[in-house]
């Protein structure tokens, strides 16, 4: 017998088409150019593409291997980690792509963090590598996880939105706020910005996709009302560097991103977690 969220996936993946990949962003260039919503000059929803603010599961059906693992392993994986919380106390729940991912990946020096601060406040890792904002409302209503009752929800996405204008952007982000609100009643969210990046796949793109997301860092922002939303930003923390690549070219990156130019290092994920104890430790303290 085939399971609610399989059959779940047949049918989103009826009614959807994938129309983004993974992307990063923000920095130099004026905000004028970063307003074009995508090099081609059409954003994803002008160009006939799912629409930010509707939810999207057909990346979850896709069997083709991406970066050694598919789509249906990627779900696969995040439903596990669901599942292990079930019966058991969720205070706290990182939503989000890749980056939110990371934080348990041991070759990447962020697991070290997130047993220290994390683990003590009965965290859950929602993130799944590659995720836009369209597959995270997905998940937010196949998962199951209406039955956990986290304090406190820390969101950080967008950056897989390349395609998307900033505008387009932002809605999708605030979808994702009133949806976890919907999902967790009562709920306190720590919204993150989207981190600067200059992206070493995007090649020429990556810092006018980086500009691109900072503009949408300034519209999301206005979402926070330290009330039920606070703010925390991330990009004052992570100034521009320059780096020089093993092949001798010189480029420019961002304090605490790795060699990809995209996902933290150590240093990135200390950053996030610093900048937000603040805030998390009123709102949710550690026994």
């Known amino acids: 017998m085939n399971s609610p969220l399989f059959c779940a996936l047949l049918f989103s993946t009826a009614i959807s088409v994938v129309t983004t990949k993974g992307a990063y962003s923000n920095s130099i260039l004026p905000i004028s150019q970063a307003s074009a919503s995508s090099p081609s000059g059409k954003t994803s929803e002008s160009a006939g593409g799912i629409p930010?603010?509707?939810?999207?599961?057909?990346k979850y059906s896709d069997v083709t291997?991406?970066?050694?693992?598919?789509?249906?392993?990627?779900l696969e994986e995040c439903q596990k980690r669901v599942d292990a919380f079930k019966g058991k106390s969720c205070d706290l729940i990182f939503i989000g792509d890749s980056i939110t991912r990371l934080w348990l990946d041991a070759k990447r020096?962020?697991?070290?963090?997130?047993?220290?601060?994390?683990?003590?406040?009965?965290?859950?890792?929602?993130?799944?590598?590659?995720?836009?904002?369209?597959?995270?409302?997905?998940?937010?209503?196949?998962?199951?996880?209406?039955?956990?009752?986290?304090?406190?929800?820390?969101?950080?996405?967008?950056?897989?939105?390349?395609?998307?204008?900033?505008?387009?952007?932002?809605?999708?982000?605030?979808?994702?706020?009133?949806?976890?609100?919907?999902?967790?009643?009562?709920?306190?969210i720590l919204l993150v910005s989207i981190m600067p990046s200059n992206?070493?796949?995007?090649?020429?793109?990556?810092?006018?996709?980086?500009?691109?997301?900072?503009?949408?860092?300034?519209?999301?922002?206005?979402?926070?009302?330290?009330?039920?939303?606070?703010?925390?930003?991330?990009?004052?923390?992570?100034?521009?560097?320059?780096?020089?690549?093993?092949?001798?070219?010189?480029?420019?990156?961002f304090k605490g991103l790795g060699s990809d130019r995209l996902h933290p290092d150590s240093t990135g994920y200390r950053i996030w977690s610093e900048a937000m104890e603040p805030t998390l430790s009123k709102l949710l303290p550690v026994n």
């Open 65 to 74: 291997v991406k970066n050694g693992v598919t789509g249906v392993q990627r």
């Open 52 to 58: 930010t603010t509707q939810p999207d599961g057909s």
């Open 109 to 188: 020096g962020a697991l070290p963090i997130w047993i220290q601060k994390y683990e003590p406040r009965h965290t859950l890792d929602f993130g799944i590598g590659g995720d836009s904002i369209q597959n995270v409302l997905w998940r937010l209503d196949h998962m199951g996880i209406g039955s956990l009752r986290p304090k406190v929800a820390v969101i950080m996405i967008g950056t897989n939105n390349r395609k998307n204008s900033p505008q387009e952007i932002a809605n999708g982000i605030k979808a994702v706020i009133t949806k976890t609100q919907s999902v967790f009643p009562g709920i306190k």
């Open 199 to 253: 992206r070493v796949s995007a090649g020429k793109e990556g810092l006018p996709l980086n500009e691109k997301m900072m503009t949408a860092d300034a519209l999301i922002k206005e979402y926070a009302d330290g009330q039920s939303v606070y703010w925390i930003d991330l990009v004052p923390l992570m100034p521009q560097v320059v780096v020089t690549s093993a092949d001798g070219k010189v480029d420019v990156s």
